[in-house]
């Protein structure tokens, strides 16, 4: 298996309604590399934003089936963390990295 790069495991964060709720709790949601695991996640997020990270929890969403226009598609599934920070400390996604 091939060694995945701390900046290559985290591919963008996710701005939804529900992670916009989240980040009131201190957390923030990405989505990452398939072959990324917990360890490898918080050390890139910590080397990335200067933060401290208490938790880590992982979700596979899997891939679906669409009927587009009468004819049969996939949606591709991805892997997303959802990242929990220490209490006061915060990322900013607007800003970029």
Known sequence: MKKINSTDSI???IITEKATI???QNKTVFKVHSGA????????IEKLFK???TKVNIINT???KKIKQGKLSTKPGFKKAIIT?????SID????I
């Not at 695991?37 to 890139?44: D, E, T």
């Open 62 to 64: 899997k891939t679906k």
């Open 11 to 13: 591919r963008q964060p």
């Open 51 to 53: 933060v401290t990270v």
């Open 85 to 89: 920070l220490k209490k006061g400390q």
């Open 22 to 24: 989240l980040s009131e």
């Open 93 to 96: 996604l607007s800003t970029g």
């Open 37 to 44: 695991n917990k360890n490898s996640i918080k050390k890139s």
